[in-house]
């Protein structure tokens, strides 16, 4: 279980957070691989330096993000406000929740970020940990199912994350292309036309390479309250979970 395979990450985007992994759990669907891959924890229970310990097996070892399935509270069920206070400080929401899309443009969710504060309210002091909850919509009625979340917790740096390096999907470009792709055709149809641009190509590759490295250059896309990249992959389905839990049982 502990080792990894190369360059192994548990990558997913929004929408496989919400329509796979959130919507299997609620649907209670393959529950005892679903707890495997991401644990059922009361996160509140934690400080949010505690919790990469007690993580699943899909962020085993991962030193930027862990995700949770978040029971209901009983003052949720009984219809008051979640208590999300820890031993050490509370989690307080920042800015107003967003919505999930799916790749064909439905609404599938809802996203709220949270900070992590030292101390008690009103005077706690702002950490570098945040977190985004992710809650489903039921089917039928259309309506936001509490019975569980999805809550990705990660430390806010200076540089992306591999959660927030995913590139916006290009509406411009035919479906199935990608702009790696069409950056490569267009810098040979350049180079063909202008063969004395050669320094300025490489001078322009090598500066967009610094700057989406995420060490010290401006990212020139997605942040952490960006939108994901929603078509870059094809959803997950349970052959590759089976695969991946088979090998590493």
Not at 40 to 54: A, G, M, T
Not at 208 to 228: A, F, K, L, N
Request: aromatic share 10%; proline share 8%.
């Amino acid at each position: 279980m502990e080792n990894m395979p190369p360059g192994y990450r548990f990558y997913p985007t929004e929408e496989e957070i919400v329509s796979f992994y959130l919507r299997n759990k609620l649907d209670g669907e393959r529950h005892q691989d679903m707890n495997r891959i991401i644990p059922e924890l009361d996160i509140y229970d934690y400080n949010p330096w505690d919790l990469p310990q007690v993580s699943g097996v899909a962020n085993l070892r991962d030193t930027e993000q862990w995700f949770f399935f978040v029971p209901r509270q009983e003052s949720e069920a009984r219809g008051g406000r979640p208590k999300r206070l820890t031993t050490t400080g509370y989690w307080k929401a920042t800015g107003s929740p967003s919505q999930v899309y799916s790749s064909d443009n439905r609404i599938i969710g809802m996203k709220r970020t949270m900070v992590f504060y030292g101390g008690r309210a009103p005077n706690g002091k702002k950490t570098a940990w945040k977190m985004n909850e992710y809650k489903a919509f039921n089917r039928s009625p259309p309506t936001l199912s509490h019975e569980f979340s999805l809550c990705r917790v990660y430390k806010k740096l200076k540089c992306l994350r591999a959660f927030d390096r995913r590139p916006p999907p290009r509406k411009d470009y035919p479906s199935g292309s990608t702009h790696h792709q069409k950056d490569e055709e267009l810098g040979s149809t350049s180079h063909q036309n202008n063969p004395n641009d050669q320094e300025a190509q490489r001078a322009a590759s090598s500066s967009s390479e610094s700057s989406s490295s995420g060490d010290g250059g401006q990212p020139s896309h997605g942040g952490e309250g960006s939108q994901m990249d929603f078509d870059a992959e094809p959803l997950l389905d349970w052959e590759q979970v089976d695969l991946f839990l088979r090998d590493h049982a």
